[in-house]
């Protein structure tokens, strides 16, 4: 067994980056085998966070905090919130794939919709590959989305909501802030997807190096930008913020064009991922420079 003193953040983050670096299983499936993903951000939480509290009565009692999750698939383990680590991670979308779905006016780019279905697939792989690691260590852990009983709930506040947020776990773990449009704007940008574990490890939590969850949104830090609403084929978005079950309409939607245009079964969107200031960073400058600093950004003024 490899002592959790070995288990350190950066020996988590070679785990990830060699899984990325090797992995057959990372190509988006084009005539080419291009890689999906080719960079990641890690953060970690601590098990014990009151964040995760504060998501059951923000988002609803059905979302499992770590500990719950945990006990639930590990119940020989017996571990408490404090003996829990979260690990997060982002993957950005690579350059070709935003730059492919800039142009889309309606639905996705080809290499859009492979990342959803193929990236999303080496996602779930690289979930496995972290649990399957830490076990062999002797540390158990678990991919909440994979587990059997993860489900989609109705919400009266989000029309609907799940029993594990991978962005509300990154978000979280210091890795980003959320926007207009509902994504998470990290250091990387909002053009990305997200993973995590819970494992009975201890590593030192990620400060949140933000006071604020929308301090990276410039229409929440100064009432400018709302690009994502433009960029949205169907109106989903407004100054009110995210209809989930419109854009959900839309991606069902986009299955039959895929099909018919791409030539195999997948969907997507992501417009309102590209195109738009957070793309590929962090848009308000003063938040931006203060991550770059290791210090908090000021909060942003009340909306008039
Ligand atoms: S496009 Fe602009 S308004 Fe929309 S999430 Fe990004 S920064 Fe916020
Ligand atoms: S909100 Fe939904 S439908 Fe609109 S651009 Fe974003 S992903 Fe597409």
Not at 94 to 113: D, G, I, M, S, T
Not at 248 to 263: C, D, I, N
């Amino acid at each position: 067994m490899k002592n959790s003193a070995d288990i350190s953040r950066a020996w988590i983050e070679d785990l990830i980056r060699d899984f990325i670096a090797t992995s057959p299983d990372n190509t988006m499936k084009n005539k080419t085998e291009e890689p999906a993903w080719d960079d990641v951000l890690v953060g970690f939480a601590s098990g014990a966070d009151s964040i995760w509290q504060q998501y059951k009565e923000y988002i609803g009692a059905f979302h499992w905090t770590p500990w719950e999750v945990f006990n639930q698939h590990c119940p020989q383990e017996s571990a408490s919130a404090e003996e829990l680590t979260v690990i997060s991670w982002v993957l950005p979308q690579r350059e070709l794939v935003r730059k492919a779905n800039r142009r889309a006016k309606k639905y996705p780019a080809e290499e859009w919709a492979r990342i959803r279905i193929y990236g999303e697939e080496f996602n779930a792989a690289l979930r496995r590959h972290v649990t399957k690691h830490l076990k062999h260590f002797g540390h158990a852990a678990i991919a909440p989305m994979l587990v059997s009983n993860w489900t989609i709930v109705k919400s009266g506040r989000f029309s609907y909501a799940s029993s594990w947020s991978e962005r509300h776990a990154a978000y979280a773990a210091g890795l980003g802030t959320f926007g207009l449009c509902d994504g998470l704007i990290t250091a990387k940008g909002k053009a990305m997807r997200v993973g995590s574990v819970v494992a009975k490890i201890s590593i030192e939590p990620t400060p949140r190096p933000y006071s604020d969850h929308r301090a990276y949104c410039l229409f929440f830090d100064n009432g400018t930008c709302g690009k994502c609403i433009d960029r949205c084929p169907v109106r989903a978005i407004t100054e009110a913020g995210h209809d989930k079950e419109m854009c959900r309409q839309h991606l069902a939607r986009s299955r039959e064009y895929v099909k018919k245009t791409y030539k195999f079964e997948g969907y997507g969107c992501g417009l309102c991922q590209v195109g738009v200031p957070c793309e590929a960073g962090i848009p308000v400058k003063a938040a931006r420079e203060a991550l770059e600093r290791g210090e908090l950004p000021p909060p942003p003024p009340p909306l008039a």
